[in-house]
């Protein structure tokens, strides 16, 4: 489950990426496209479909980001799979709290965004 | 942002003791350099009719979604991406569609936490001020129209709880 969760959410987020990349759509569109879609189609197809389409939903959010927060398609898969990762250890968290994905969202987008200055943090003290 | 991803961690590591102590402490070392990496301290609220704009956007936004949600058979997921979809094209010109799609996610709550539509649309209207009151800071951080609602929710059940 953890790994399908992954996947799915890294499926979403890079899906709504391109979504705004290529087809120059807005990033409300984007990620609302993709909640729809993942909302609609992933319930009837499997047993945990609902929660597979929370998943997807949390990393379309994260695709939202800007491109200054997450530049390319490897960071926005970073993100949205450590979405699908998180939502899977917090899934007891906030439970009906609108806005929960959201903030699942937020904590992986800073995460990734907190890697590298985190890093060179690390390399110099290892210096 | 800090009030749902609070709550969201204190209930995180009460529930699974453990391990999830040192993955909780990593990922807050790790945010806290991504927030101060992200942090845009250019805080810009516009005037009082934008306050009240967006809080009718995102009151809106949470009500469509929530009866979408509740009276039909599309779920909370499907229910906010149309919302969102309708926002995006009907509410980008006069710059109201992010702060009804924040609404959508205060919509995707749980009658079990938000039990009447009233109270929905009391914490999409706060979701929608709290949007203009931080209009800017961490601007283009994903998530943040998501952790935004949360906050309004948990307000607003502060505030319920409190005066019932």
């Known amino acids: ?127 | 942002m800090l009030i749902p991803a609070s709550v969201g961690l204190w209930q995180y590591t009460v529930r699974a003791p453990g391990l999830n102590w040192a993955c909780a402490v990593l990922c807050v070392i790790l945010a806290a350099f991504g927030i101060k990496e992200s942090y845009r301290p250019e805080r810009c609220p516009g005037p009082c009719a934008a306050f009240v704009l967006s809080g009718l956007a995102a009151a809106g936004g949470a009500a469509a979604t929530y009866i979408l949600a509740q009276e039909t058979l599309l779920g909370v997921v499907a229910a906010s991406g149309a919302v969102g979809l309708g926002a995006a094209f009907f509410l980008r010109g006069r710059s109201l569609d992010l702060p009804a799609y924040a609404g959508a996610f205060v919509g995707m709550s749980s009658p079990a936490v938000l039990p009447s539509l009233g109270l929905v649309v009391f914490a999409g209207f706060l979701a929608g001020c709290i949007y203009e009151a931080v209009h800017g800071i961490f601007e283009g951080v994903g998530g943040r129209l998501g952790t935004m609602a949360a906050a309004a929710v948990l307000l607003t059940l502060l505030l319920w709880g409190v005066s019932s």
């Open chain 1, 1 to 127: 489950m953890v790994l399908l969760s992954v996947l799915s959410g890294a499926a979403a987020g890079l899906g709504s990426f391109a979504a705004r990349k290529w087809l120059r759509w807005s990033s409300v569109q984007a990620s609302a496209a993709v909640a729809l879609a993942a909302g609609l189609l992933l319930p009837p197809l499997h047993r945990e479909g609902a929660y597979l389409a929370a998943v997807c939903a949390c990393a379309s959010y994260a695709a939202m980001s800007g491109w200054d927060i997450l530049p390319g398609s490897p960071g926005v898969a970073a993100c949205s799979a450590l979405c699908g990762l998180l939502m899977y250890a917090a899934r007891d968290c906030l439970p009906g709290v609108g806005g929960r994905l959201g903030t699942c969202a937020a904590v992986a987008v800073l995460v990734v965004a907190g890697l590298r200055p985190a890093a060179a943090v690390v390399r110099k003290l290892i210096k």
